[in-house]
């Protein structure tokens, strides 16, 4: 059997921020998730997001450390237009989220944009260019 990537994993300081953020970009987000420790959701053709505390992380590798100095990975979610990308970002920052950097229209065809997530992860907004 081949490996297929089956679920992309975030480990959160704050369970209920990190969901409440994600809830705004439209991830089905189970009810009543904000406390728990370990968080699953399933997305549209099958892949899965998961979130887990630190705590529950230190709990089988005690020797972690929240990385320092740059995003490793980066979540991307597509827009279906350029002025969605303009409010989905617009909406995030009146929400108290931090804008990385504002809508702009890419060399590479697409508008696109960069919030922070409540645990400073660069999450990309985009959409094709008109």
């Not at 975030?10 to 998730?33: C, E, I, N, Q």
């Not at 979540?75 to 409010?87: I, Q």
């Amino acid at each position: 059997m081949t490996p297929r990537l089956d679920v992309v994993g975030l480990v959160v300081s704050d369970m209920a921020a990190s969901l409440a953020f994600y809830r705004r970009l439209g991830l089905a987000v189970p009810a009543g998730a904000d406390t728990g420790p370990h968080v699953e959701a399933t997305l549209p053709g099958g892949l899965r997001i998961a979130w887990d505390t630190e705590e529950v992380i230190r709990s089988f590798d005690p020797g972690w450390s929240r990385p320092e100095g740059g995003d490793r990975i980066g979540l991307a979610f597509a827009c279906e237009s350029p002025a969605e990308v303009d409010a989905t970002f617009d909406s995030l920052v009146e929400a108290g989220y931090e804008g990385h950097l504002k809508p702009w229209d890419a060399f590479w065809g697409q508008r696109y944009a960069v919030v922070l997530d409540p645990d400073g992860c660069g999450v990309s907004l985009f959409a094709a260019a008109t």
